[in-house]
């Protein structure tokens, strides 16, 4: 008598019907290991800004690093961004020598708005040759950009509370701040609408996860102290009495 060699077809079926499960279950929790390991290289990069961004101040005494890349491209200063300003000394803080450029983009960013064209689509709003140079933005109570001079934080002895103050975030992927160097933390927290509502339309507060514009969307936090944190949006704050970007006020 013969033995069977070959599948039948229903067993054939049963075969693909367990792959395709086993895939249903797998995906999604690789997805889940690739963001999170794209969320820890951008915590890196953040911690690296914040090392050459002390370095920059023990040089011009005790004085925080600016910001020239304007939303909307309006009034662009190259020479201010801090970008360009802090690349020597990110480049000395590498403990092979060599030196290398600052790492602008994060790993999470999937922004349009990258490269030359046609590879990245302009910036509304912006002119038609600016592009997206950098994933990070500073808080502009942190530098000359706050439009009040009462808000303005220029040295880092003006800060009380460094370690709860926040000073890096990562810009939205898309809209008229997709191309600045800075947002405008000094006009989020004015209750209405809420903060998390208008810090969506220029950070990209759910870059790690959560939905965009509501107060549990999550992304990296760089602080001034130089350590990051990962949380959700509401854990900075939720008033104009209680924030993590007024230094004033921060807890």
Not at 122 to 138: D, V
Not at 155 to 177: L, W
């Amino acid at each position: 008598m013969r033995s069977r060699s070959a599948f039948t077809l229903i067993e054939l079926l049963v075969v693909i019907a367990i792959i395709a499960l086993l895939l249903g279950i797998l995906l999604p929790s690789l997805s889940r290991a690739q963001n999170a390991a794209r969320a820890v290289t951008c915590m890196n990069n953040m911690r690296q800004i914040e090392t050459a961004h002390w370095a920059y101040m023990s040089d011009f005494n005790d004085s925080m690093v600016d910001v020239g890349l304007a939303h909307a491209g309006a009034h662009q200063d190259e020479d201010r961004t801090w970008i360009k300003t802090l690349q020597d000394y990110y480049q000395n803080s590498q403990d092979s020598g060599q030196g290398r450029e600052i790492n602008a983009r994060s790993a999470l960013d999937d922004s349009p708005h990258w490269g030359p064209a046609p590879a990245g689509l302009p910036i509304a709003g912006a002119p038609t040759n600016q592009r997206r140079r950098t994933s990070y933005g500073l808080n502009d109570y942190l530098t000359t950009a706050a439009p009040l001079a009462s808000q303005r934080h220029a040295k880092m002895s003006q800060v009380p509370r460094p370690a709860a103050t926040v000073h890096v975030f990562i810009m939205a992927f898309e809209g008229d701040f997709a191309g600045a160097d800075h947002a405008h933390a000094t006009g989020w927290f004015r209750n209405n609408p809420p903060a998390h509502v208008l810090a969506a339309r220029q950070v990209q507060t759910n870059a790690v996860s959560g939905e965009p514009g509501t107060a549990e969307a999550t992304s990296n936090w760089g602080f001034l102290d130089g350590h990051v944190e990962q949380v959700p949006f509401s854990d900075l704050g939720n008033s104009p009495t209680f924030n993590k970007f007024n230094p004033d006020v921060s807890p």
